[in-house]
């Protein structure tokens, strides 16, 4: 987890058996995929928080657009989830 500008966390929980199955059980290519996730997902909050939360629902919806299939692709089903909802 990790605090935003707006003072609010973001916690994530990821099945790693997802991951896995498109990246194998290397550890340094699942750690790889993850500190790109995660530097993805702060910029897609980062840019959700500077659309103004609801008040720019075209720039949520590319955002949640970019988010889906990362989320998806290492685990975090219920974001992804989330942001086709989103989207």
Same mark, same amino acid.
């Given at each position: 987890?990790?605090?935003?500008?707006?003072?609010?966390?973001?916690?994530?929980?990821?099945?790693?058996?997802?991951?896995?199955?498109?990246?194998?059980?290397?550890?340094?290519?699942?750690?790889?995929?993850?500190?790109?996730? +995660?530097? =993805?997902?702060?910029?897609?909050?980062?840019? !959700?928080?500077?659309? *103004? @939360?609801?008040?720019?629902? /075209? %720039?949520? +919806?590319? =955002?949640?657009?970019?988010?889906?299939?990362? !989320?998806?692709?290492? *685990? @975090?089903?219920?974001?992804? /989830? %989330?942001?086709?909802?989103?989207?």
């Amino acid at each position: 987890a990790w605090q935003v500008p707006s003072g609010t966390f973001v916690v994530v929980t990821l099945n790693l058996a997802v991951l896995e199955e498109f990246v194998g059980t290397s550890p340094a290519l699942k750690a790889d995929m993850l500190r790109t996730f +995660r530097q =993805v997902l702060r910029e897609a909050v980062d840019e !959700a928080a500077g659309a *103004g @939360a609801m008040t720019r629902v /075209d %720039i949520l +919806r590319i =955002v949640a657009h970019r988010l889906k299939s990362s !989320a998806r692709l290492v *685990g @975090a089903l219920p974001l992804g /989830d %989330i942001c086709a909802e989103l989207e």
